[in-house]
C-alpha cells in the first residue's frame, strides 16, 4: 500500500524527495542535531546522496510544516513479531514547539492504525534528555537501561566510545487507551 501525506494541526508528514536534500543538510550538518545519532554531521554532497536515498526508501519520513518548510525526520522500521522501531531527528531551531510529539502521535497512529503493530520501540543515548522525555509523553514505558551497548564512533587512540541507552516501548492496546484519556480530557 502507498503511503499517502498526512496532516497534523501544523505538519504534513510525507515521503522525502531527491530535491529535500538542502533542507536535509541544513540541520544533518548540525553538530548539535547529531550529536547523538550513529553518523557525525552531513556534508551538503553527503546530504544530497541522503536525500536520494530516503526518497526510495519506505522507512524515512520527511516532517514538514504546512508550507512544506523542511524541518525534521522521522523513521518507522519494521522489526520481528508485529514491532516497529520509531525514530525522530528535528532541526533544533525548530525544537521546543511541540513538532516532535505532534509528528510522532500521528506515526503511532498510523503505525498502529494502518499498518497494524502491535507494538512500536525507541531508543536513545541517556543523556539524550529531549528524546527521552518525548517517548514518555508519546505514553511509551522505559524498559531497558542499557550500559556501554553501543558505539559509533571511536576516540583519538582508535577505541571504541562505548553509550549507555535506554529502551522505550508502547503496545497498540496501550496506545488506544493513551488515546482515549485524551479525548475524554
Not at 102 to 131: K, P, Q, W
Request: include cysteine; charged fraction near 30%; hydrophobic fraction near 40%.
Amino acid at each position: 500500500m502507498a503511503f499517502q501525506p498526512m496532516e497534523t494541526d501544523r505538519l504534513v508528514i510525507r515521503r522525502f524527495r531527491p530535491d529535500d536534500h538542502w533542507a536535509l543538510y541544513a540541520y544533518l550538518s548540525k553538530d548539535s542535531v547529531v550529536r547523538y545519532e550513529p553518523y557525525e554531521a552531513y556534508t551538503v554532497e553527503q546530504a544530497r546522496r541522503e536525500a536520494e536515498f530516503r526518497a526510495r526508501s519506505e522507512d524515512f519520513f520527511a516532517v514538514t510544516l504546512k508550507d512544506d518548510t523542511l524541518i525534521g525526520n522521522l523513521y518507522l522500521g519494521r522489526r520481528e513479531f508485529g514491532s516497529w522501531e520509531l525514530g525522530f531527528v528535528f532541526d533544533d531551531c525548530w525544537q521546543h514547539c511541540g513538532y516532535a510529539t505532534e509528528a510522532s502521535c500521528a506515526m503511532l497512529d498510523y503505525a498502529f492504525g494502518t499498518l497494524g503493530a502491535h507494538r512500536v520501540i525507541a531508543s536513545c543515548d541517556v543523556r539524550n534528555t529531549r528524546s527521552w522525555k518525548l517517548m514518555e509523553r508519546l505514553g511509551m514505558r522505559r524498559e531497558g537501561a542499557f550500559r556501554q551497548n553501543i558505539w559509533f564512533r571511536k576516540n583519538a587512540s582508535g577505541q571504541p566510545v562505548w553509550q549507555d541507552t535506554l529502551q522505550y516501548a508502547i503496545l497498540q492496546s496501550e496506545w488506544e487507551i493513551k488515546k482515549e484519556g485524551e479525548t475524554m480530557a
